[in-house]
């Protein structure tokens, strides 16, 4: 089925506007004399029966007591009856009990009975008015009442009057009307022209306002009304939160260019010095050149494969494959794959679990996280030091925490180790092979389950992780 669409330049709010302030301008008033028509008629017909009704109550009362009806020659009633008619611009008839017509003003139909429903009616005593609509003319019927106690309908009067006039007012208003009606669109029309350009000018402003912003830093401000301040105010916050995400993206490219650069120029310096030497170089010198160059593309491949885990997960709408898993397994198995390393820098590498723990989440993501934890304990610790990772669990959350004997981080770092390229001391950590990458990834991973991750640290004492997951994946709204 095809559905109903507005017209496009019903989308202005100029547009809208305009026909609105036309339409409250021009329906009222077209309304109003509509009903003052009707109104008017109504009311007219309804006074003229009334006095018609009452001139008709005189005559009977003349007839009765003048004979008329058995003597219809009357001049004086006769003329009565005419001149009456002339005033109406209409008819008068006079019918006696037998429903004979005794005088009628147009003599036309004299001595005729009438069988006429209301003058059956007014002989029942009844009196009637009714309203021909074709011949535009109103016709009452009254009985002729005798006099005395006990008396009975002797005739019966009609009369009928033309309502001529009524439907030449009725014409001159309606001129009347179709002109204020016309003057009242030609004000509307200017009226509603004014105010729409009027009321939607703020919005004008504060599009040619958005449209002329020169610089990122740049605030935009039209407060003509309170709704385009306060989209003002919006459009401002959101500009500073794209230029804020604009300079983070920009110092994430330039540090990753700086990152991915180092180790490519170590290697031309290498290569370089290599070739220089020309073709007396001993063959344990080229070897210990190739060593430090394979090294470097290590650590090019290690920043690399950083970058691609922490833009798999920083991709907005990324999927998780949660699954229910044991994480006492989970933590077990990243120990056994890390020992080596740890026995390798002599750090006690212990695990201490307090409950058996199963929670949904993506195996992954989540032990890539831990994973950079308790790699970062043993990395920054000193020879003879431990790294402690102990898991425990309550009704909603579960919690591991990783704490090493290492050399700490400073407090005025502990804000930003989070931070994408941050480190330390960058020196020491790209020796023992640091991208700055790890916990950025870390934090992502646990943001996307929901967790929360805290670290306390003293320099020269050791540094310890929490990390708070809830037992249950928490699905996005
Ligand atoms: P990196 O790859 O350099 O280890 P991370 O993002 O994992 O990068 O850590 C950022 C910085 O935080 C590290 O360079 C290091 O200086 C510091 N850091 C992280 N974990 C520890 C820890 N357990 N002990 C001491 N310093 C740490």
């Known amino acids: 089925m095809k559905r109903f669409s507005i017209p496009t330049i019903f989308n202005s709010l100029r547009v809208r506007i305009f026909i609105l302030v036309l339409l409250v301008g021009l329906i009222p008033g077209t309304l109003i004399g509509g009903l003052f028509f009707q109104m008017y008629q109504k009311k007219a017909l309804s006074n003229d029966a009334v006095s018609m009704t009452s001139q008709a109550q005189l005559l009977s009362n003349q007839i009765v007591t003048t004979g008329y009806l058995s003597n219809p020659t009357m001049d004086a009633i006769n003329n009565q009856l005419m001149a009456l008619g002339n005033i109406y611009s209409g008819r008068i008839m006079i019918l006696n009990s037998s429903l004979q017509v005794v005088n009628d003003t147009y003599d036309i139909y004299t001595g005729r009975t009438m069988v006429w429903q209301n003058a059956i009616l007014a002989l029942r005593g009844k009196r009637s008015s009714t309203y021909d609509n074709d011949s535009h003319c109103q016709v009452i019927a009254v009985p002729i009442m005798g ?11 009609v009369i009928t009057k033309s309502t001529d006039y009524l439907e030449q007012n009725v014409s001159f208003y309606t001129r009347l009307l179709v002109f204020s009606v016309l003057v009242a669109a030609i004000i509307a029309t200017i009226v509603a022209l ?16 958005i449209l002329n912003r020169q610089n990122s830093g740049e605030q935009v401000m039209v407060s003509d009304v309170a709704e385009t301040t306060e989209i003002s105010k919006h459009f401002n ?22 990152e991915l650069k180092t180790p490519l120029t170590s290697m031309k310096v ?45 991709k907005s709408g990324v999927t998780l494959n949660i699954e229910a898993k044991n994480i006492n397994e989970m933590l077990e198995q990243l120990m056994k794959r890390l020992r080596p390393i740890a026995e390798k820098n002599q750090v006690e590498l212990v695990m201490e679990s307090f409950r058996p723990v199963t929670a949904e989440v993506d195996e992954v993501k989540f032990s890539l996280a831990i994973m950079n934890l308790i790699e970062n304990g043993i990395k920054y610790n000193q020879q003879g030091g431990y790294v402690h990772v102990s898991l425990n669990a309550d009704h909603q959350y579960f919690f591991i925490r990783v704490e090493d004997s290492g050399m700490g981080i400073p407090e005025d770092s502990l804000n930003r180790i989070f931070e994408r390229f941050y480190r330390v001391d960058k020196s020491h950590s790209r020796e023992i092979g640091g991208t700055g990458l790890g916990l950025a990834i870390t934090k992502n991973a646990i943001d996307m389950h929901h967790g929360q991750i805290q670290v306390h640290s003293m320099v020269g004492e050791g540094t310890t992780f929490d990390v708070r997951v809830p037992l249950s994946y928490i699905k996005e709204s």
């Open 147 to 157: 006099t005395g106690v006990g008396s009975t309908v002797e005739g019966v009067i």
């Open 194 to 209: 004014f105010s729409s350009i009027y009321l939607t000018d703020p919005l004008r402003k504060l599009s040619a306002a």
């Open 237 to 258: 916050e959101v500009m500073t939160r794209m230029d804020e995400i604009d300079a983070s993206r920009q110092e994430f490219v330039s540090n990753v260019s700086h």
């Open 270 to 314: 290498l290569a370089d010095s290599l070739t220089s030497m020309g073709d007396e170089v001993p063959v344990e010198l080229y070897r210990d050149f190739m060593d430090d160059i394979t090294h470097e593309i290590d650590r090019e491949t290690k920043i690399i494969n950083d970058l691609l885990s922490l833009v798999r997960l920083d």
